[in-house]
């Protein structure tokens, strides 16, 4: 019973590690909070072509380049499953939708994905890989040679944003007005 709920504890505490990664990384822009939970062994994949690498030392660098460079976004409808490999090794993979925070004057909406493996050390879980893909699914199987769906999805975030300025600016008391 006690190591059953030592697993349940570690599922829980994997999935909420994984929502952090995302979290520091993208509304946060916190590559030193990322970087304490790496594991002295790691291997990345970013989700730009060339984002590959194997070290916690270069891959802690690489993400140090980060820094100011990930403009403020916003998570929704995260989704994460969790399996245990072994009783010290769990993966974590999911998804979530990812949008530049309408302030930062970038519009940009993804369903961004994740895979995090991490590893019980000493009692204390430390990430050994990070994988962050968008899906190219949404390249739909009537796009050819270029995702037109994400442009789309992009640009129904933009008129999202657009609409709700419009509307802050007709609710702004009339003392504001001319």
Not at 37 to 63: H, K, M, P
Not at 84 to 100: E, K, M, N
């Amino acid at each position: 019973m006690t190591q059953s709920l030592d697993r349940d504890k570690r599922i829980q505490t994997v999935r909420k590690l994984t929502s952090l990664l995302f979290h520091k990384h993208y509304c946060e822009n916190d590559v030193e909070s990322i970087i304490e939970l790496f594991d002295d062994r790691l291997s990345w994949f970013g989700a730009g072509e060339n984002e590959y690498n194997v070290g916690t030392e270069t891959v802690s660098g690489i993400f140090r380049q980060f820094v100011d460079k990930v403009p403020k976004c916003n998570i929704w409808d995260e989704e994460y499953d969790v399996i245990d490999l072994s009783p010290d090794i769990y993966v974590c993979s999911g998804r979530a939708w990812i949008a530049t925070d309408p302030s930062t004057e970038v519009y940009l909406r993804v369903h961004q994905r994740i895979t995090a493996v991490f590893r019980w050390v000493d009692g204390t879980p430390r990430c050994c890989h990070i994988h962050i893909s968008n899906p190219y699914s949404e390249m739909t199987q009537q796009d050819v040679g270029f995702p037109t769906q994400v442009g789309k999805y992009t640009y129904e975030y933009l008129h999202k944003c657009i609409d709700e300025y419009k509307k802050r600016l007709k609710n702004r008391p009339s003392s504001w007005k001319n």
